[in-house]
């Protein structure tokens, strides 16, 4: 069977503007199956200051609007569950988005199908809130449904009970489920037995995270990440103030809400003086850091993809992280990566001396971590992946069928 002629993506998070991060990974996919001959067109939310349509690299996109330009803030920031909880405002966008971007699939479904350029396949990432939006929107004549689960979906049913049947009802109208990751899709089952669900990934743009062109002089750790406890910033910190540690710098890339109490952190830990803050910087700027620092440091919990690990060692620069959640699959000690205990600060700072005490160790553990990214995250791979999955969806198959042992745990094709 050939490939599907139109996919029609629906998130809530894709890039505004060239260069985004925001789902930045989603427009990656897209312009990759636009290379093998699939069309692509993605539903989005609506943001103050957004056009309705636009084409961001040859990928049309749409955005619904759900609300007045200063209640359009539950997408892109990386906030909504915290502004869906904090107000009742908050909880009446979610319901209106949901509500809109429904309406919305359901009319570019309709438009399609009579202009004779019908879509093949609809393809939603993450279960909430996308694939909520879409839960017994799909009729008969509609093309099949696929949900990707990207991790802050699962992690939110798994912190709450109450959402299981919810995220069971949405994965069950799905032919084809699949996780970035294999401990997510563990993560998955466990809440959804029956679902049946296979690793594949996102893409990385391996163009823009890649070796420098001269080998740069590299200095200190650099963190990246957003600023709360999940991303383990604090266990870095007391890390970094552990004999074995001394003199060495950190660069934080990143912010968040605990922004104030980390800084106050460091002043109390005595390494204040060490720790640059650097806030949020583009992707541009992001691959040169990656492609300066000695080492880059992932001490997160339960993260669902491990894209900041995947892009350093892009960049030929080794990696140290918790072995936990996706991190697992991304970062493989035989491959040029370091797994330590999650919480176990003194391995953690035990494993960035072994790292940064010796250039030469830095370059053959890069260049080994490089080779598996190349190999794994490659746009063309993964969109090669995502072909062949919508094949058996089309076909009325679930994906379980593609899915062997060895890809289940996440050690065959890409995985994240």
Not at 102 to 111: G, K, Y
Not at 174 to 185: I, K, R, Y
Not at 388 to 415: E, K, M, V
Request: charge should be positive; charged fraction near 15%; hydrophobic fraction near 45%.
């Amino acid at each position: 069977m050939i490939g599907p002629r139109r996919v029609l993506f629906v998130t809530h998070n894709a890039p505004r503007f060239a260069g985004d991060a925001a789902g930045s990974f989603v427009l990656r996919l897209a312009t990759a199956l636009q290379a093998q001959g699939t069309r692509v067109h993605i539903v989005a939310p609506g943001a103050a200051g957004l056009p309705p349509e636009t084409t961001l690299e040859g990928v049309a996109i749409d955005r619904v609007r759900y609300a007045s330009d200063a209640r359009m803030t539950l997408a892109y920031t990386g906030t909504m569950a915290e502004t869906v909880r904090g107000s009742w405002g908050g909880k009446a966008a979610l319901l209106q988005l949901l509500a809109n971007m429904r309406r919305h699939v359901q009319r570019c479904l309709r438009v399609a199908r009579q202009a004779g350029d019908p879509f093949d396949i609809v393809h939603a990432h993450w279960w909430f809130p996308a694939g909520l939006a879409l839960w017994k929107a799909l009729g008969p004549h509609d093309p099949p449904l696929m949900v990707t689960m990207h991790g802050s979906d699962v992690r939110l049913a798994s912190l709450k009970p109450a959402v299981h049947p919810v995220m069971r009802a949405v994965l069950g109208q799905a032919v084809v489920c699949t996780a970035v990751s294999s401990w997510l899709a563990s993560e998955a089952r466990a809440i959804a037995p029956s679902a049946n669900i296979t690793v594949a990934p996102m893409p990385v743009d391996t163009r823009r995270f890649a070796l420098a062109d001269a080998a740069p002089e590299r200095r200190g750790v650099l963190f990246v990440g957003r600023l709360n406890a999940q991303k383990g910033l604090r266990d870095l910190l007391e890390a970094l103030a552990l004999p074995v540690l001394a003199g060495t710098s950190l660069h934080v890339l990143g912010d968040g809400p605990d922004r104030a109490a980390l800084a106050a952190r460091a002043v109390s830990l005595g390494v204040a003086d060490r720790v640059v803050w650097g806030g949020t910087v583009s992707q541009d700027m992001l691959a040169s850091y990656y492609a300066t620092a000695q080492a880059v440091a992932v001490p997160s919990r339960g993260e669902g993809l491990g894209l900041v690990a995947v892009e350093a060692q892009l960049c030929g620069t080794p990696v140290i992280a918790y072995a936990d959640g996706g991190l697992v699959d991304a970062v493989r000690p035989e491959h040029g990566g370091t797994l330590i205990p999650v919480g176990n600060v003194a391995e953690l700072a035990n494993g960035l001396a072994r790292v940064i005490g010796s250039h030469a160790t830095q370059r053959q553990l890069g260049q080994l971590a490089r080779a598996d990214m190349l190999a794994r995250f490659s746009p063309e791979a993964v969109a090669s992946t995502y072909q062949a999955l919508y094949r058996q969806a089309r076909g009325g198959a679930h994906a379980s069928a593609l899915a062997t042992p060895s890809s289940a745990a996440g050690t065959r094709g890409p995985s994240a």
